[in-house]
T-cell receptor
Framework: KAGVTQTPRYLIKTRGQQVTLSCSPI?????VSWYQQTPGQGLQFLFE???????NKGNFPGRFSGRQFSNSRSEMNVSTLELGDSALYLC?????????????FGPGTRLTVL | KQEVTQIPAALSVPEGENLVLNCSFT??????LQWFRQDPGKGLTSLLL?????REQTSGRLNASLDKSSGRSTLYIAASQPGDSATYLC???????????FGTGTRLKVLA
């Protein structure tokens, strides 16, 4: 079974631009969560989507948004990029909330904002 | 607000030692708890999932225990190997929202 895939793997943008990251979950998984990882803040939860609906949202500004498609693939978008948005963005998929199963992570997208 | 602390923050040991990594969380109202490892610049790999009704879980040389009432989980690594070198993260799952909250991790280095 293929794992969680994330594209692109690396991205360099400049301040003020916007970016879209993509995550394809494991086949059959309907829940996708997004995390931001930085050396200073560690892993922070961005949001979770389940069956095309946002179930949970972390404490990030409205510049961070996401969506999930009917095939469970998910995208996250960051508008008006700031230097502090440089981070590793990870997505994780699972069968669904409260299903007592494992979260499987993708390799991440490394975003650098110049 | 759930806060997760992992002690020690970093650990360097010779090969063959048995290790104990600690995780404490402030809100005992959790559902499941997962332990992950992360290699530098990579994503996370799930090691063990302790479900809400369980108190421990084992996989090979790894054993994780969970005591919800005291807000603690422990990961034991037996007979450590250089390949175990990585950052280990614990993540309790909030019982209301099913969000996983991650600790800051323990950076482990096993010396050959």
């Amino acid at each position: 079974k293929a794992g969680v895939t994330q594209t692109p793997r690396y991205l360099i943008k400049t301040r003020g631009q916007q970016v879209t990251l993509s995550c394809s979950p494991i086949s059959g998984h309907r829940s996708v969560s997004w995390y931001q990882q930085t050396p200073g803040q560690g892993l922070q939860f961005l949001f979770e989507y389940f069956s095309e609906t946002q179930r949970n949202k972390g404490n990030f500004p409205g510049r961070f948004s996401g969506r999930q498609f009917s095939n469970s693939r998910s995208e996250m978008n960051v508008s008006t990029l700031e230097l502090g948005d440089s981070a590793l963005y990870l997505c994780a998929s699972s069968l669904g909330p409260g299903e007592g199963d494992t979260q499987y992570f993708g390799p991440g997208t490394r975003l650098t904002v110049l | 607000k759930q806060e997760v602390t992992q002690i020690p923050a970093a650990l360097s040991v010779p090969e063959g030692e048995n290790l104990v990594l600690n995780c404490s969380f402030t809100d005992s109202a959790i559902y499941n708890l997962q332990w992950f490892r992360q290699d530098p610049g990579k994503g996370l790999t799930s090691l063990l999932l302790i479900q809400s009704s369980q108190r421990e879980q084992t996989s090979g040389r790894l054993n994780a225990s969970l005591d919800k009432s005291s807000g603690r989980s422990t990961l034991y690594i037996a007979a450590s190997q250089p390949g175990d070198s990585a950052t280990y993260l614990c993540a309790p799952e909030d019982s209301g929202t099913y969000k996983y909250i991650f600790g800051t991790g323990t950076r482990l280095k096993v010396l050959a």
